[in-house]
């Protein structure tokens, strides 16, 4: 029973913590949200009115800070363990730093049972206080695990800050690539082999002679003809033609191209396809709520 207990208890437990998470956090939104909207109105009132779109859209987008969320629920924690303490001072005569002790103890769910209210014989308003018990530790167990979740962002957003600081590339991890291999490699594709050699200067005849073809055309349009009187072919339409050709073959590459990438993207390379998918890594839990409440997602 206590398995099966704690199995459900703790799986209720934890969504209603994360709802109160996302219901607190909403809060302190709407409300940083009105004092900010009115410090910009009043910052912008000596402003046209045209610039009331962009105002607006300017607002929309706005995310508040996640310093002063944190800084909000430090307060409201804060406030909550020394109510709590003075009640356990008073009821359970125990002294102000024991209080505190337990408040973070029982708050923070460790737990450790060293202290446990309600073990004296008699107390004074023992339905009272034990109703007031319940009502501490609930809205502190809730206050200090939104506090825990908003103060990992900002540990997260230290880290990396720290480490764009110290820029640790562990380049002294990295293999240095084999210089026989890059020599081999370079040699390879910028090397002059024979048959290069070869098939450069067999090209380079061929622009030779077809310039010196089509400057004998332009000086003597009569050569166009053989001396059966039957037309050759002119190196300028030929010329013409083969521009057109090339035109048109790229066109027709371009087309099949975008054709097949909009048909078929799976032929294409991974990280040239862009996927739209919603599941992102940390898009889960308590800390998905609070990105998506403070905007972090993006900022991150």
Avoid at 11 to 36: C, D, P, Q, W
Avoid at 54 to 78: A, F, N, Q, R
Avoid at 241 to 251: W, Y
Avoid at 281 to 300: M, T, W
Wanted: glycine letters at 6%.
């Amino acid at each position: 029973m206590v398995i099966a207990y704690g199995f459900l208890g703790c799986s209720g437990g934890i969504l209603f913590f994360n709802l109160f998470l996302e219901r607190i956090i909403t809060l302190l939104a709407v409300i940083m949200r009105f004092y900010h909207e009115r410090e910009v109105r009043k910052s912008s009132g000596a402003q046209r009115r045209d610039s009331t779109a962009s105002l607006d859209d300017g607002l929309d987008e706005w995310k508040p800070s996640v310093y002063w969320v944190m800084l909000c629920l430090l307060i409201g924690t804060i406030i909550i363990g020394i109510s709590a303490s003075l009640l356990y001072c008073h009821m359970e005569n125990w002294s102000y730093s024991e209080s505190i002790y337990f408040c973070f103890v029982a708050f923070s769910t460790i737990g450790f049972g060293d202290y446990v209210p309600s073990q004296r014989e008699h107390y004074d308003d023992l339905v009272v206080y034990r109703f007031a018990n319940f009502v501490c530790i609930v809205t502190g167990c809730c206050c200090i695990y939104s506090l825990f979740n908003v103060t990992s962002i900002v540990i997260k957003q230290f880290l990396n800050w720290l480490i764009k600081k110290l820029d640790c590339k562990c380049n002294c991890f990295k293999k240095k690539q084999s210089p026989v291999f890059t020599q081999v490699a370079r040699t390879r594709r910028n090397a002059l082999t024979p048959n290069h050699v070869k098939s450069y200067s067999q090209n380079s005849q061929k622009s030779v002679n077809v310039r010196a073809s089509i400057a004998e055309t332009q000086s003597d349009p009569d050569s166009m003809y053989d001396s059966d009187g039957e037309k050759e072919i002119c190196m300028r339409d030929l010329l013409k033609s083969n521009k057109v050709s090339l035109a048109i073959l790229q066109k027709e590459l371009y087309e099949s191209a975008q054709r097949g990438k909009y048909r078929s993207p799976a032929i294409l390379l991974p990280s040239r396809v862009e996927e739209k998918d919603d599941f992102k890594k940390g898009a889960v839990g308590p800390l998905a709520i609070v990105n998506k409440a403070l905007g972090e997602d993006e900022r991150i």
